[in-house]
């Protein structure tokens, strides 16, 4: 390409650059691309290249115990993992299955800590309540402790046995609840967790909005008779939905791939007879995992990965 552009100037009888032109040229508009070049090269070496083999893995039988190296080599299948994953009874069975409940639960999740965020927000914000970074401070230390600690100690607070809140409710009277046995109820308990642990970071964001929305709207339909109720629905909620409703897409996109509560709350469990190697409340992250490190089943593994990717995407 210089050397084309070079010829032109030649032709056009014109003096093309010199050395010390070019580097000048270089530093002056190349400099960007000098900076950007080895954030690029990392990524591509750390985010494309295990992106690339880990769709390749899909096409081949790597897996336990046959095809495993370095004992034997792996084989190319094409598209028969696939196949397979839609095909077999049990995995189809446990795909169709995880897949329902990692949909429900990335809504469940999002939509409950997003509105719970919100009621918080309006709450504080309202007129009339007195010491509002008190109440703030209050409602963001779920948030501000180390959700790895937290997830643990809710695992103990919920636990069927010695668990402080079956203790309570028995103490008054009411008897235990299965919150990790029942697959109904650990649902329910992963729901709740994570809606303690994720409306805070809304009700964070959603009062800097409401804090910035202005005060004569507010003034203007008080004058024209609107209740705080109306005022509610026709100013703040527009207002706020407007601002944040990126995040909604981006709380699913997170919550659908929320390993983490999820396999620290209840590991996947309650068993799922009918399942394989997943449990009632497994998400499709957490099946990978145990496809891939409990169980080496790196093919089935990947295509599920492949699935999730363009679910997300």
Excluded at 89 to 102: D, E, I, K, Q
Excluded at 201 to 228: F, H, N, P, Q, R
Excluded at 243 to 260: D, E, H, K, R, V
């Amino acid at each position: 390409k210089d050397a084309y552009r070079v010829g032109m100037l030649r032709d056009e009888g014109k003096k093309p650059n010199n050395i010390r032109d070019s580097l000048h040229v270089l530093y002056d508009r190349g400099f960007p691309y000098l900076l950007l070049t080895p954030a690029a090269i990392f990524t591509l070496f750390l985010t494309v290249l295990p992106l690339i083999f880990g769709i390749m893995i899909a096409f081949t039988n790597y897996s336990s115990p046959n095809h495993l190296p370095p004992r034997s080599l792996v084989d190319w299948v094409g598209f028969e993992n696939f196949i397979n994953l839609f095909k077999l009874p049990s995995l189809s069975r446990t795909f169709f299955g995880v897949a329902l409940w990692t949909v429900t639960w990335a809504v469940l999740a999002t939509v409950t800590t997003f509105f719970v965020g919100l009621f918080f927000a309006v709450l504080i914000n309202s007129n009339g309540i007195v010491l509002k970074k008190f109440w703030r401070t209050i409602y963001i230390l779920p948030w501000a402790v180390p959700g790895f600690i937290s997830i643990l100690i809710m695992r103990n607070m919920f636990n069927g046995q010695f668990g402080p809140i079956n203790k309570y409710l028995q103490a008054i009277g009411i008897n235990p609840i299965p919150w990790f046995a029942d697959p109904t109820w650990a649902k329910i308990t992963c729901i709740l967790v994570n809606l303690w642990f994720g409306f805070p970071y809304y009700m964070a964001l959603m009062s800097g909005v409401i804090t910035g929305i202005s005060k004569d709207l507010y003034e203007a339909a008080s004058i024209e008779g609107a209740s705080a109720r109306q005022q509610f629905w026709k100013i703040t909620l527009p207002m706020v939905l407007f601002a944040t409703a990126p995040l909604l897409i981006m709380g699913f996109a997170y919550n659908f791939n929320n390993f983490t509560l999820i396999y620290l709350l209840t590991s996947g469990n309650p068993t799922n007879a009918t399942y394989n190697f997943a449990g009632h409340t497994d998400i499709l992250l957490s099946w990978l995992y145990k496809l891939t490190l409990e169980q080496n089943q790196f093919h089935m593994a990947s295509v599920v990965s492949i699935l999730i990717f363009i679910v997300i995407a």
